[in-house]
């Protein structure tokens, strides 16, 4: 009976590599897609960093995020500034929080980081750049004078606004990528040592119906 169930086992164990090549495709197709939707999210504004100021329109209330877009590879501005929304109808400062996880866009060319998020409701709003960073920015800033002490070429980068998107998506996408990737990799590697241990004369499980 034990010898049965061993012969079961064996046999379940040459048919997993059929099951994890699928499943590891299917894993890193679901990754990928979602990652390029997060990647290929709308802009909604865009202004040269030179300009210090620049209206926008925000046609629906939701919480965005401003991005600082540039060259990859090149000293960024980082700790040199900060941002203040103003709400044009009342004249109100809009509220906004530093982004902690600092979700970052790579491209070919250039790359983009996210520092801060807001919420808002429709309407227009001016977005100022100021001289008070956030402690994040600023500690982030100090580091890249050491690493580089090259000047800033600010004509490279911008100021973005996007909706924003929860950073836990990105992260469970990452995952995705991760798992369906060694999923499809260990798949290959079972099945290619299941041929080989066939043609060395291993007996295969017997199957009893």
Known sequence: MEHIEHMEYMQYIEYL????????????????????????????????YVNKEGNFQLDESGTYGIWLSGKMFTKAPIGEFGFAIVNEQTGKRISIM?????????????????????????????????????????????????VSKKPVDYTQFSIQIYKNKPTILLFLCTWLIILGFFSFVGGIILAVLDRKSGSAGMPRPISYA
């Open 98 to 146: 530093p982004s902690i996880m600092r979700t970052r866009v790579n491209g070919f060319t250039n790359s983009r980081i996210e520092l801060y998020t807001f919420s808002a409701n429709a309407g227009s709003y001016t977005l100022s750049l100021t001289n008070d960073p956030s402690l994040l920015d600023t500690v982030s800033g100090a580091l890249g004078k050491v």
């Open 17 to 48: 590599p059929y099951l994890l090549i699928p499943l590891g495709l299917f894993l890193l197709y679901i990754g990928i897609k979602y990652t390029l939707r997060f990647a290929k999210s709308k802009m909604l504004f865009e202004m040269p």
